[in-house]
């Protein structure tokens, strides 16, 4: 795998809707830490493929449209997110960044690689995250966590380590003033279609869905009102098809992730934030 740093700039696409106007943005400066979720993995920008976007960057998009619309300087945006990252590793590498850039808002949301793995300790990742939470506000920050996501199927067994993890982000939150995004509780996010073929991250739908979430969890008006609106139901796939798209995943995306277990290897060895300095946004 390629290892990518932001040597381009590609410009985000704005939102689509009319803006909604009853709430001003008072945030003049976020940065986003993470790991593949907040990087936009599965999310590319149409003119430039290698650089993913997600619904961080498309956060930061709508943020920095509702503050030009309203006559403020445009909003300052940083992504340090970095695909494969566990939560302590994201605290360690990034957190020093963050609160050095002085944002006044920074999303932190993480610990779903933790999860997966099989000695995972939710009480000590939890920890970590909380450890974080009271850094970024003590420098004024505003901080918006995620919880996990409910997961169907064949990895429905993280869901009661997942359901641990989010109920200590919700105490988190309530403790030290913290917004949270609720990703267990989006309906529409059952949908396997708004999945992307690795069934670990999101469909550019998905994230768009995801970025209008954020907006409600920060006490904003959604840019679409229909946004965790499920889709229309589809039509039921035959055996064969199902069977076929299940081997193709453990093919493809199963096999590549034990390896990288088994050889203590990572996605993202090697790669670098691809928006590691906080600047205008969309990007010139």
């Given at each position: 795998?390629?290892?990518?740093?932001?040597?381009?700039?590609?410009?985000?696409?704005?939102?689509?809707?009319?803006?909604?106007?009853?709430?001003?943005?008072?945030?003049?400066?976020?940065?986003?830490?993470?790991?593949?979720?907040?990087?936009?993995?599965?999310?590319?920008?149409?003119?430039?493929?290698?650089?993913?976007?997600?619904?961080?960057?498309?956060?930061?998009?709508?943020?920095?449209?509702?503050?030009?619309?309203?006559?403020?300087?445009?909003?300052?945006?940083?992504?340090?997110?970095?695909?494969?990252?566990?939560?302590?590793?994201?605290?360690?590498?990034?957190?020093?960044?963050?609160?050095?850039?002085?944002?006044?808002?920074?999303?932190?949301?993480?610990?779903?690689?933790?999860?997966?793995?099989?000695?995972?300790?939710?009480?000590?990742?939890?920890?970590?995250?909380?450890?974080?939470?009271?850094?970024?506000?003590?420098?004024?920050?505003?901080?918006?966590?995620?919880?996990?996501?409910?997961a169907g199927a064949a990895l429905s067994w993280t869901n009661g380590?997942?359901?641990i993890f989010n109920a200590n982000v919700w105490s988190i939150a309530?403790?030290?003033?913290?917004?949270?995004?609720?990703?267990?509780?989006?309906?529409?996010?059952?949908?396997?279609?708004?999945?992307?073929?690795?069934?670990?991250?999101?469909?550019?739908?998905?994230?768009?869905?995801?970025?209008?979430?954020?907006?409600?969890?920060?006490?904003?008006?959604?840019?679409?009102?229909?946004?965790?609106?499920?889709?229309?139901?589809?039509?039921?796939?035959?055996?064969?098809?199902?069977?076929?798209?299940?081997?193709?995943?453990?093919?493809?995306?199963?096999?590549?992730?034990?390896?990288?277990?088994l050889t203590g290897t990572s996605s993202g060895d090697g790669r670098?934030?691809?928006?590691?300095?906080?600047?205008?946004?969309?990007?010139?």
């Amino acid at each position: 795998m390629s290892t990518v740093s932001a040597t381009t700039n590609p410009e985000p696409e704005g939102p689509t809707t009319d803006l909604p106007t009853t709430t001003p943005v008072r945030w003049a400066r976020y940065v986003a830490m993470g790991d593949s979720f907040s990087e936009g993995l599965w999310d590319p920008y149409p003119d430039a493929p290698d650089v993913q976007r997600g619904w961080a960057d498309n956060l930061a998009a709508i943020l920095s449209a509702r503050r030009i619309a309203a006559d403020q300087a445009p909003l300052e945006y940083a992504n340090l997110a970095i695909r494969g990252r566990k939560l302590r590793p994201i605290v360690a590498e990034q957190l020093d960044v963050t609160i050095d850039a002085q944002p006044d808002l920074v999303s932190l949301v993480g610990g779903g690689n933790d999860i997966l793995r099989a000695t995972a300790d939710i009480d000590a990742i939890s920890a970590a995250l909380e450890d974080a939470v009271v850094a970024l506000r003590a420098s004024g920050a505003d901080v918006l966590m995620g919880t996990g996501f409910k997961a169907g199927a064949a990895l429905s067994w993280t869901n009661g380590r997942v359901g641990i993890f989010n109920a200590n982000v919700w105490s988190i939150a309530s403790r030290h003033g913290a917004h949270v995004l609720d990703l267990w509780g989006m309906r529409s996010l059952a949908d396997l279609r708004l999945w992307s073929g690795d069934r670990i991250h999101l469909t550019p739908e998905g994230h768009q869905r995801v970025a209008n979430a954020a907006l409600v969890a920060l006490g904003l008006d959604p840019d679409e009102a229909a946004y965790d609106v499920p889709l229309d139901a589809a039509p039921p796939a035959a055996f064969r098809e199902t069977a076929r798209a299940n081997a193709a995943w453990m093919r493809e995306h199963v096999g590549p992730w034990i390896r990288r277990r088994l050889t203590g290897t990572s996605s993202g060895d090697g790669r670098t934030a691809k928006w590691p300095t906080p600047e205008a946004w969309p990007r010139a």
